[in-house]
């Protein structure tokens, strides 16, 4: 059986650092390279993955999608971390795929609902006028592509809250575990009903973990 190839796009890189936080230390370039290197491990057991860049270089906007079609991918999922003038953006998360329905409004919709189902504490920026959630954009690196695309903001990094969140190593593990079950619940592939759940349980456990020990803290 021909395992299904799906490229991961680590948003930014290299001269281009992405969205800066210097405040905790943290890029947006290095952040998202973490979540699609984590996301490849993830999917590794039933499709071929391909990330853009490998390490912390620069990759144009144009030669990206260039290679999920040279290598006709089956998906391709740019990944990156938001940033706005506003704090209210902080603990939120949002996906884009380019105007009108197609296959790629299916992806993106696979990989936010299990993103929300992973961090319940952040909230989905959504955009219902079409009956879906993702927002519809114009984007370079996912409008040059033949296969179903889509970028995903993963949260917002100016942000104190939405920074704590990217910097936690479980918070972009549950990331990258979306990115993994969106692609296989779209492209029908793997185990989801073993090895998947096992994954959601597990960091399940870590949640429930993580909310006993601020209340300790909190009653310290």
Request: glycine share 6%; proline share 3%.
């Amino acid at each position: 059986m021909i395992r299904p190839l799906v490229v991961l796009d680590p948003g930014h890189g290299g001269r281009d650092p992405g969205a800066v936080n210097e405040l905790a230390g943290v890029t947006e370039a290095e952040m998202t390279l973490d979540v699609c290197r984590r996301a490849e491990a993830l999917l590794s057991s039933c499709c071929e993955v391909v990330l853009t860049r490998e390490k912390d270089c620069y990759v144009s906007l144009r030669a990206r999608p260039v290679l999920a079609n040279k290598l006709k991918a089956s998906a391709f999922v740019s990944y990156h971390f938001n940033a706005s003038s506003s704090s209210r953006t902080a603990l939120s998360f949002e996906g884009f795929t380019t105007p009108g329905q197609n296959r790629s409004d299916q992806l993106c919709q696979a990989i936010l609902d299990a993103h929300g189902r992973l961090l319940p504490e952040q909230s989905l920026r959504a955009d219902r006028s079409d009956q879906d959630d993702d927002k519809e954009a114009n984007f370079a690196v996912i409008r040059g592509t033949d296969c179903p695309s889509c970028l995903i903001e993963g949260e917002f990094i100016h942000t104190i809250h939405g920074a704590e969140l990217i910097k936690n190593d479980n918070k972009r593990q549950m990331m990258a575990l979306a990115v993994a079950l969106g692609v296989k619940k779209f492209l029908e592939v793997g185990n989801s009903s073993d090895q998947d759940r096992q994954d959601f349980d597990f960091l399940a456990s870590i949640q429930v973990i993580e909310k006993e020990l601020e209340a300790i803290k909190k009653n310290l």
